[in-house]
């Protein structure tokens, strides 16, 4: 051994020390990656969805507010809109306001149901047949905002 080499053990130590902070910052690499992807994905999703509501004429919240809402699956709107709970809740939105007895059904707002239709045809258009056919059940009408 020459002078300035270290021992066998201490370079041991280096390299394994080494190979393990490679494997760390590879996984970290992979991870943000992942994370980069599924943002630029629901952004653009959620750009879609913005310009859609403003060419139906709908108020329209920003992307970024739209992303953070419905990711890149479209959250809660299609984990299965069909489904008998979700349609109770379209139907509560549908009402006069009141609480208990005194809450009616009402002429719903045509626009809302528009918007969460152009919702599902950018996040699930598969589930788009479900929703549409949902709708003929309810009474629609353009209503005063």
Same mark, same amino acid.
């Given at each position: 051994?020459? &002078?300035?080499?270290?021992?066998?053990?201490? *370079?041991?130590?280096?390299?394994? @020390?080494? =190979?393990?902070?490679?494997?760390?910052?590879? #996984?970290?690499? /992979?991870?943000?990656?992942?994370?980069? *992807?599924?943002?630029?994905?629901?952004?653009?999703?959620?750009?879609? #969805?913005?310009?859609?509501? /403003?060419?139906?004429? #709908?108020?329209?919240?920003?992307?970024?507010?739209?992303?953070?809402?419905?990711?890149?699956? %479209? =959250?809660? !709107?299609?984990?299965?809109?069909?489904?008998?709970?979700?349609? +109770?809740?379209?139907?509560?939105?549908?009402?006069?306001?009141?609480?208990?007895?005194?809450?009616?059904?009402?002429? %719903?707002? *045509? +626009? &809302? @149901?528009? +918007?969460?239709?152009?919702?599902?045809? !950018?996040?699930?258009?598969?589930?788009?047949?479900?929703? #549409?056919?949902?709708?003929? &059940?309810?009474?629609?009408?353009?209503?005063?905002?």
């Amino acid at each position: 051994m020459t &002078t300035g080499d270290a021992p066998e053990h201490k *370079r041991r130590w280096i390299y394994l @020390t080494a =190979g393990v902070l490679l494997v760390v910052f590879a #996984l970290i690499g /992979l991870l943000t990656f992942g994370e980069i *992807r599924e943002n630029t994905e629901a952004t653009a999703k959620a750009e879609q #969805l913005h310009s859609n509501l /403003l060419a139906a004429g #709908l108020p329209a919240p920003e992307p970024e507010v739209i992303a953070d809402a419905l990711g890149d699956d %479209g =959250g809660s !709107v299609c984990q299965d809109p069909s489904s008998p709970l979700i349609k +109770a809740n379209y139907q509560a939105s549908i009402t006069n306001g009141a609480a208990g007895p005194g809450q009616r059904p009402v002429i %719903g707002p *045509r +626009a &809302t @149901t528009q +918007a969460v239709a152009l919702t599902i045809a !950018v996040y699930c258009p598969d589930r788009l047949p479900d929703y #549409l056919s949902h709708l003929d &059940t309810l009474k629609l009408d353009d209503t005063t905002k």
